[in-house]
């Protein structure tokens, strides 16, 4: 059993900041990568970061120069930064980890995600 457990997630008013942190429990063995990812009502989910597990990171166009994606490998866990926050933003944000829970079982994990809301 893994879980994925997201945090930080709130109302912000635009321009403003918000940090949030995902950590990674259970029966975990390794860990591929560990991204986030948006849905905004109304539309599909899509990638807003991603981090290997060597720490090479991959942002969407919309927020690169304003969020930062960054992991703890001992803690299992990945937060994303996000400053400059725009009312665009608003949405679920779910966090996502590739993993291996046995030598020969890997898969994606999501998170039950939180709201991120921006207000103008």
């Known amino acids: 059993q893994v879980q994925l457990v997201e945090s930080g997630g709130g109302l912000v008013q635009a321009g403003g900041s918000l940090r949030l942190s995902c950590a990674a429990s259970?029966?975990?063995?390794?860990?591929?990568?560990m991204g986030w990812y948006r849905q905004a009502p109304g539309k599909q989910r899509e990638l807003v970061a991603v981090?290997?597990?060597?720490?090479?990171?991959n942002y969407a166009d919309s927020v690169k120069g304003r969020f930062t994606i960054s992991r703890d490998n001992a803690k299992n866990t990945v937060y994303l930064q996000m400053n400059s926050l725009k009312s665009e933003d608003t949405g679920v944000f779910y966090c996502?980890?590739?993993?291996?829970?046995?030598?020969?079982?890997?898969?994606?994990?999501w998170g039950q995600g939180t709201q991120v809301t921006v207000s103008s």
């Open positions: 996502n980890a590739n993993l291996w829970q046995h030598a020969w079982k890997v898969g994606d994990y």
């Open positions: 259970g029966s975990i063995f390794r860990i591929n990568t």
């Open positions: 981090i290997s597990s060597s720490g090479t990171t």
